[in-house]
């Protein structure tokens, strides 16, 4: 079930604009359709917990369009070549930096890590979107650079550079006004401004890359930001609807691909934010680790399976970042996911008790379920109020004197925004397993067996037995725990 968006009781969707400051209502490009551009990973490595935010937050607006009545072409690019070890001008590409260090080959390296990336993004639940990879568009990214090189780039012995001047309201969406707002650029000897970035990258002579292109600047490859601007035009047409990325990315690299948009449309200042090449520009807040493991640098950072191997369902991540609104700072802690989690295994045997007592799918017409879809919507609505819109569905759930079978077409409808896969997720499938521990869940099962006859016959003595080897194991016994789970693996 959905709320089309020509529903007069549907409330209309404003989003907040990055580059406006303002919240602002969804007006798309193309009538009925929705088209969405999100910054994708440098798949040089693993991606930790605080990126993945970033794929759960662009899943859940793509789902609210979707909700909304939209149809939606969403993409998510692949940087299998450009990102240098800086995420401005300087340093090495990452991709050949981790090909040296492993042995393997930069296109070995991208393919193993864009389907690590791919893997968690289904452990999330996030929708399948497009996901095309820089190297297949270099020829296009020359194309680009060919046309903007005369109007609005300069080459240095070290490649092609845009001149930062030769646009309107260069770094407006960071809010750069002094030469400070773009500190971490690189200094290039005979750079025009500080700002000036590239746009093609030359190999440096007597070196040989293995990602490299011939150019009309000699033989080497795209920079990062044109990667971006050259797909979501490629792909989405400008202007299209909506480009998001980490909150990181409104620094540096997304003025600069507005910058190369303005040049190529031959467009004018950033009053129109239609000339920026999308009409808003949303951007999710960090992820934030006080124990200092987010870092790709840190060994052992917070990656998805890392979770996993002590014991999480992944989708109690996606929950723990639906709490929090997409534009707020949210703290992991492992407490922080163990809440997420607990919450989950409730609303999946709420679900679970539906679905047992539902007799056959329904059709929404009881008025406090249609009430609460208004507000579930009114939430989502506003600027992606997941955090309001948990507590829409929490409500639903809490009437029990309505007929189970329209609850679960609400709860149904709800989470088809959620994306907590509450229809199909099993309640066995929640609890805390670290990958370390070996024991058999069988075994566990027929222990507390035991142990329940023991207590039956009041026979506690083997009763307490029975708990201490379990908790030997590394099993906790959690008796008369509300939630009605008998045990625990400890974390």
Known sequence: MTQPASDPQAAPLMLFNSLTRAVEPFTPVHVGEARVYSCGPTVYNYQHIGNMRAYVFADTLGRTLQWKGYKLTHVINITDVGHLTSDADEGEDKMERMAAREGKSAWDIARFYQEDFERDLARLNVQPKQHPRATEYVGAMIEWGKSMADKHCYELDSGLYFDVSTVADYGRLARAVTEDGEGRIESVEGKRNPADFAIWRKTPPGETRQMEWDSPWGRGAPGWHLECSVMGEKLLGFPFDIHTGGIDHREI?????????????????????????????????????????MSKSSGEFLRLQLLIDKGF????????????HYRSELEFSWDNLLAAL??????VMAVAALRSGASAAQSVDHPRLLQLLGDFDAAVSDDLNTAKALTVLDEALAQKKIDAGQRLAAIEAMDAVLGLDLMALERSALRLRPVAIEIDEARIEHMLKLRKDARADKNFAASDAIRDDLTAAGVEVMDGDPLGWEWRIEV
């Open 253 to 293: 690299h997304h003025p600069n691909e507005i910058a190369q948009n303005q040049a190529f449309c031959c467009t004018n200042g950033l009053d129109d934010p239609r000339n920026s090449g999308a009409k808003i520009w949303m951007h999710n807040n960090f992820l934030i680790d006080r124990t200092g493991k």
């Open 313 to 324: 369902h992944p989708l109690a991540y996606r929950l723990m970042c639906l709490q929090a």
């Open 342 to 347: 607990t919450r989950l295994k409730r609303l």
